[in-house]
Every structure is written in C-alpha cells, then in structure tokens.
C-alpha cells in the first residue's frame, strides 16, 4: 500500500544520500561515471548501448559506486506514488523526493514530489482533498537551468528559509524549501549538479538520448546547396557559383562546407582570401538578388594589425564582387561594431577596410553594442521583469536595461542593408569582428525582410540553420548548453535578439508572416531544452566529429510533423511578396511580454495566442468549405474564388 511505498522510499533516499556525500569526496573523473548512462563521449564516438545492471561485474569502486547508484534508482522507480512524471522515450527517472515546497512567487508555497530525470525537473504539488482532479505541475527542462545555489543553513530560523534557489535561463529562478531536520536539499543538489550539467563531467546532453519518434525528419528540412541552387547558383549568366572547397573544414573550421562566391575567383584565391580575414572567415554569399544581383555577403574583420597590413588578393576579391553586380556604383561595408571597439581590435590584429586600400567602397559603423553590453542588458531586463513588476516605476526600468535600445541598434542596421540592396542597387558586406553574432543578426534580419520565402515556416527553418547554425554561430558557448559555469563571459543572448527583432517585424506586419509567436517562442524553448540537437555545438565541424545528425533529432522534425499550430491565420502569401522595411522608431517597438513575462500569471492573456489562432484556423477553414459550397452552386456569370480568403 501507499503508507509501505512511503517508507522504502524513506530508506532508499537515506542510502542514496550516503552514495551522493561519496560521491562529492571522488574525483571528477568519478562523479562523471555517477551521470545517467547512456550519454556519449565528446569525441563523436557512437552513443554507447544502455548496458544491463547485471552485466556490472564490481571492477573498480567507481564500477561498484555506479552499480550501487542504479540499483537505487531502480529500487526507488519502483516504490514511486501514482502521479509519477510522463516519460519521454529514452528518457530516465534519476532521483525523487517527497515532501517538497516549491516557493511559487504568485501563488504562494506548493508541497508535493519532485522527480529529477536526465531530461527533467518536475515537480507535482499534493492534491487537495476538495480538488482531487487539479494539479499544480512544474515542468522544467534541465537544459533550461543555469546554475544552482543553496539558500540558507541547517541552524537557519524562519519558514522556508533552508532549501536551493534554481536560476534558469529563460526569465526565472526557482526557489524550494526542504526540512532542515532531514537534510534533504543535498541530494537534490548534487543530483542537479550532474544531470543539468553533463558537458562538464565529459557527458553528452539528453539530445543523444531522446529516442522520439516524428512523420518527418527535419535534418531534411535545410540544404545548404540546393539553398543556394534557389537563389540561382549555377544558373547561366549569373556570376556566383557553389565551391566545395571548404568541404573537410581546410579553408575555415567555422563555416560550413559548401559556399557561395563569386564565378570569377578560384578555389585557390578563396584560400588566400581566408589567411587575411579573421578565424578564416573569408567574405561569401548569404543572398543574391534574383534580378539585379545584388549580393549580401558575410565575412569576420580584415586583419589588419597596427602595422596596417595589406592583402591584395582580399582587395581585388572585394572588387569582384563588386563587379558581380552591374547596377552598383559601389561596393557598402558595413561594420556593425561601434567604432572605438573597431579601433581597439586593431592593436589585437584586427581592424577594419580603409578607404584608400579598398576602392569603390562606402563604409559604415553600425554602433552595435558587443556580447558583453547585450549579456548586461539581458540580466537587468530580467531583474525587472520576475518575480515582480513594478507598475510605477515600469517605463523608467525598462529604459535603463536599454535592450529596445539594443533592438532598435540591430533591426536599424537590418534595415539600412536591404535598403542598400532594394532601393540602391548595390552590393553589402556586412562584418563585426569574427562574423558570427552581430553579422547573422544583420544578415538573416535583411534577409527576412528582401526574401518572402523566409516568412514561411520552412523558409524560416532554412534561414536558422544556414545564417546561423551552418555558418558557426557559437551556440554552445553562448548559451552554456549543460555547462556549469554559469560565469562564462561568452555567453550572451545574441540570437535571443534576433529572434525578438522577428517578433518586432511580425507586430508591424501581421499578415506578412506564416508562423506565429508560438512557432518563435518554441525555437527559443528548445534553444535551451538540449531535447534536440539542432542548436548544439559551435559550428558544423564539430556537429561532424560528435555525430549530431546520426545521433539525434531535429527541432524541424517536432514542428513540422504538427506544422499547423505554428501557423498564422491572418497569413496573407498572395499580398505580401514585396520587401518589408520595418520601422526601428522606439515609438514602435514594444517589449516582448508574450516572452519575457510569460511567467507572470497576472500578465498573460485570458486566451492563449495559439489557441486563438486555432480557433482562427478552425473558422477559416468553415468560411472556406462555405465559399466553396456557394461558389459550386452559383448559376453561371462571375465566378467567386475561394483564394479570397486564403
């Protein structure tokens, strides 16, 4: 019965703390072993196979220390309360306690469960005898988690005051009280410790564990070539052409293998090209404008130096692309450092093009702050916005964590480069200092607004995993997937920005777009989830070396095969083909409360968004069959579409 589950709980809880106080004593080396098995090395050796407990021969103390953990586990799994948390498809229960208080910040301290697996923390607040069938479930991802820290001491007086503070990193920090008597926060802790952070203990993240199964797999979903093929690479008469010769990751580790450059420059000139530009970032093709060819191309900073340095072969390919485009008169560089960060770099080896070494140039700064300026912003916006609000003072807060300010900086300069390209005619470079945060801001943004077909889902998708994944993006370290050190100073929510500059394009343009802010909000949930491995790792290189593709699945895979819930009812395709040039005013951007304080259950909506698009969708499709049905028993004279109303 319950009351006999309740106490072996008890009992294996009291030995598996035992296992957690050794297991703090061992090595890292050791504590790495304790990690849910089924992970990966980060060498890119194949997932190994989830061995039987009683294939463990008692080898080694750690072999003998991790067949003692499971065997809890075990034991534990099978003494767990009805109400256990859903289990994803190789997904594992890895720790429980009862008897917990989650310190709900608007809803006050909830007693329940809380399970811990190698994807998961959730938490089941005890039922009440008057409401049977409600349940108060948190469900928290552990890849979401930043860090962990212990609030107060076993001696510690006052209610609740002894337990773990849990900062995430999507807006909130959790906060739970345990007894003081059972000192049962420990367990808890180093079990977060090594299932939140398995990167840090030599383990790959749940991804490689996931065994979900979707109708469609969404590596599919992204082709790089045939991308460029769309764009008219290899079509005749236009002067850019698909080169493999980036295809073992010689040319720059950071780039994919296939690459857009200009017809006339050679494999060879490319290398050369690559040793004056930074990390061997060497310029290539984001977009090409179907008629006037324009190009947009992306690159990292010239190195320069203080002795200012020239590359006559990185001068004469920034003129062929020039020349690649016979309506422009010159050639736009665009920066999107502030200046005095640009100046800086040079006495790094770094800099900037100068005007009398790169003819039929106009240059420009864009003034975007770095990494460390938005990673600032973030934590105050943050600070302001959970648990509490502050009604008097909002407007006043908001304009000292300066992130519409950073908004506004980025989305500007998005829409200075499509304006060069629609309305000028000419070619844009576009570079910060390695290429790979405020570059694929600006790129992809531009692009957004000069190409339709990234407004669609799959067009959106496609957008993602070539201007941001395929060309290097550095997920991992900016976002810390299942990394301890929450202190990293290279983590910065870069492509969080873009993602709010989307929303901020959908607000003004609302039948432009066929996603809506369910399909962004999901992409920055997974972002942080690790349940796919679209956004692991740095670049592709290292994708290649761990397996990502074989031994994981796609965030493409998930939307698609339920593609019709992240769709925009008031999509208007037939209306809006031509370019968008979104207003940057301050006046119109708006803070993304859909996001930022999704949290705060006395500022959501009473209707969910998705669900008022469903609805949407459900009535569109009666009005359609309706039109239709109309439409078949008219008597002959004007014939009445049934696209009117798509």
């Known amino acids: ?27 890292g080396e050791t504590m790495a072993t304790l990690a849910v098995q089924g992970s990966a090395s980060p060498t890119g050796s194949p997932v190994p196979e989830r061995r039987s407990r009683s294939e463990t021969p008692g080898a080694s103390p750690g072999a003998q220390r991790k067949k003692d953990h499971e065997t809890l586990v075990e034991a534990i799994t099978a003494t767990a309360l009805p109400g256990d948390p859903p289990m994803l498809p190789g997904e594992l229960l890895s720790f429980i306690a009862h008897d917990i208080t989650y310190l709900d910040p608007f809803l006050g301290p909830q007693t329940g469960s809380l399970y811990i697996t190698d994807y998961k923390m959730y938490f089941k607040a005890t039922t009440s005898e008057d409401k049977p069938d409600e349940s108060y479930i948190l469900n928290v991802p552990l890849g979401v988690i930043s860090h962990v820290e212990k609030i107060g001491r076993s001696r510690s007086k006052g209610e609740n005051a002894y337990g773990l503070e849990i900062f995430c990193k999507d807006m909130r920090n959790l906060r739970f009280a345990h007894k003081q008597e059972t000192h049962g926060r420990r367990g ?61 990751f010689g040319v720059c580790e950071t780039y994919p293998p296939v690459l857009g450059v200009p017809m006339a420059c050679s494999d060879d000139e490319i290398r050369t090209v690559a040793q004056f530009r930074s990390k061997g970032r060497l310029p290539v093709l984001s977009w090409l404008h179907p008629v006037t060819h324009a190009s947009i191309t992306r690159s990292s900073q010239p190195l ?27 050639i736009f560089i665009v920066d999107a450092r502030p200046k005095i960060n640009a100046v800086a ?78 309305k000028h005619r000419s070619s844009v470079l576009v570079h910060c200092t390695d290429g790979w945060d ?96 679209t956004f692991l790792f740095n670049c592709e290189k290292a994708r290649a070396d761990n397996a990502l593709r074989k031994n994981t699945l796609s965030l493409w895979s998930f939307i698609n095969s339920q593609i019709e819930i992240y769709k925009n009812p008031l999509y208007s395709e037939q209306i ?29 909506p009473q209707e969910a968004e ?37």
């Open 1 to 27: 019965n319950i009351k006999n589950k309740q106490v072996n709980i008890s009992v294996c809880q009291r030995k598996l703390q035992s296992l957690f106080s050794l297991s703090r004593m061992a090595e």
């Open 188 to 248: 808890m802790y180093d079990r977060l410790q090594i299932v939140a952070f398995p990167t840090t203990y030599g383990k790959h993240t749940f991804a490689y564990n996931f065994k979900g199964d979707y109708a469609e797999d969404g590596w599919k979903a992204s082709d790089i070539e045939a991308e460029l093929k769309r764009l008219s690479l290899g079509a005749e008469a236009v002067p850019w052409r698909i080169s493999h010769a980036n295809k073992e």
């Open 304 to 330: 320069v130096g203080p002795g200012h340095k020239r590359s006559k072969e990185d001068e004469t390919y920034i003129q062929t692309i020039f020349k690649a485009n016979k309506f422009g008169k010159k």
């Open 345 to 422: 770099n040079i006495a790094m080896g770094g800099g900037y093009e100068y005007d009398d070494t790169y003819s039929n140039m106009d240059f420009g700064f864009l003034d975007i702050g770095n990494i460390h300026v938005m990673r600032e912003s973030l934590k105050k916006l943050q600070d302001i916005c959970y648990p509490d609000v502050d009604d008097q003072r909002w407007f006043s807060n908001l304009e000292q964590t300066h992130w519409l300010d950073h908004i506004k900086a980025v989305l500007a300069g998005a829409v200075k480069v499509a304006e060069v390209i629609e």
């Open 438 to 533: 405020r570059t694929a801001q600006l790129t992809a943004l531009s692009m957004l607004m000069l190409d339709p077909y990234y407004r669609t889902i799959r067009g959106f998708e496609v957008l993602v995993e070539k201007e941001w994944i395929s060309f290097g993006h550095k997920f991992s370290q900016r976002i810390g997937h299942g990394d301890r050190n929450h202190s990293d100073d290279q983590r910065a929510p870069i492509f969080l920005q873009f993602i709010d500059c989307v929303w901020q394009m959908t607000t003004q343009f609302p039948y432009a777009f066929e996603f809506n802010e369910h399909f962004l909000v999901t992409i920055l949930d997974h972002l942080y989830s690790c349940l796919f491995g």
């Open 576 to 604: 809006h083909q031509e370019v968008l040039f979104p207003s940057a005013s301050i006046r119109k951007l708006q803070l993304w409360t859909g996001y930022y304080l999704r949290w705060n259950p006395r500022m959501r």
């Open 610 to 646: 998705f669900e008022r698009c469903r609805q949407l969708q459900v009535l569109i499709k009666l009005l359609k069959e309706k039109c239709q049905e109309l439409s078949d028993q008219q008597q002959p004279g004007p014939q009445v579409s049934a696209t009117v109303l798509a």
